[in-house]
């Protein structure tokens, strides 16, 4: 008898260890689909919130070429917003190939906020507003904000993100014989400097940093080349190679003065790894 009720017993500890097992695959099976459906309805207000931006653009300028490419692309912004919502949420390869077009959507109108930005300044009296659009926009941001809390906090349980961060950002003019100038017509050098903070769940390793420095204007201060941004190529100011340990990290990199600068506010944008992992805006004079 003692040998079959070993058995026996064995048998109901497999049962119960298996049960365990497939309830605990349910509900990771059960978050894993909470958070695509959470991440298609957060991609789905994005695209509203694009499209919007676009008519509320159309609003601020009085250009009729400019207007009907926005019409233009706010009509393919709303056409991938349809397609969209007829996908279903497990459909990986259509989430993802539109979520490409999310990035490309978002990069373009990233483009035209700049055009339209530049077109204000020579302008001012072509700013106009829309409340009612402004509102709509403002709501849809508000939902995007909930939505993405709920995603990130479900995502806490299917991966862990490992992302740089720059921090202390300082930009300095750096006169002819390398001191700090307080005046641009002596700037021969811009000097920047931060610090990638410790992170022990990032991976060690060399690590290529990217400093992007605009001018008043908007335009870049060219001379490092381009890097990859969001499924297109950007130009950058200056770039440096950096060991990482995980530990906290200080950087520094120059900028040799090869155009002449004008006085106001420079944004200086720090990307690695396909990120941008800090940013601050200078004024000089």
């Known amino acids: 008898m003692i040998p079959i009720v070993v058995v ?10 298996l049960f365990m097992s497939l ?15 959470l991440d298609k309805k957060e991609m789905e207000n994005e695209y509203e919130r694009f499209a919007l931006q676009y ?10 070429s400019i207007i009907e490419q926005l019409t233009q692309e706010q009509m393919r912004t709303q056409q991938l917003l349809e397609e969209l ?43 106009q507003e829309n409340t009612t659009v402004k509102a709509e926009l403002a709501e849809k941001n508000q939902q995007v904000a909930g939505l993405s809390s709920e995603k990130a906090s ?48 990032a991976s060690n390793g060399n690590r290529t940093i990217y400093v992007r420095i605009q001018n008043p ?17 950007l130009e950058c100011s200056a770039k440096k190679v950096i060991e990482y340990t995980g530990e906290e990290t200080p ?4 900028w040799n003065m ?13 990307f690695a790894d396909g990120n941008m992992i800090g940013s601050r805006t200078f004024n000089f004079k």
Do not use: P
């Open 8 to 17: 026996m017993l064995a048998l109901v500890a497999g049962v119960a260890w």
């Open 154 to 201: 479900l995502s806490e349980k299917v991966a862990i993100a490992a992302q740089l961060d720059a921090t202390n950002i300082v930009m300095q003019m750096i006169d002819k014989h390398g001191k700090v100038a307080k005046k641009l017509k002596d700037c021969k050098q811009m000097k920047v400097n931060f610090a990638i903070t410790k992170n022990v769940t």
């Open 55 to 64: 008519s509320e653009m159309k609003t601020q300028i009085n250009n009729d």
């Open 85 to 127: 919502k007829q996908v279903k949420a497990s459909d990986a390869r259509e989430i993802a190939r539109l979520k490409k077009e999310l990035a490309t959507v978002r990069a373009v109108l990233r483009d035209y906020v700049m055009q339209i930005d530049s077109l204000n300044r020579l302008n001012e009296s072509l700013k």
């Open 23 to 37: 309830q605990e695959q349910k509900q990771v099976n059960q978050d894993m689909q909470e958070l695509a459906e």
């Open 251 to 254: 950087v520094t990199v120059y």
């Open 217 to 233: 204007g908007g335009n870049v201060l060219t001379g490092g080349g381009t890097f990859a941004y969001e499924n297109r190529n």
């Open 258 to 270: 090869t155009q002449m600068l004008e006085a106001g506010d420079y944004r200086v944008s720090i």
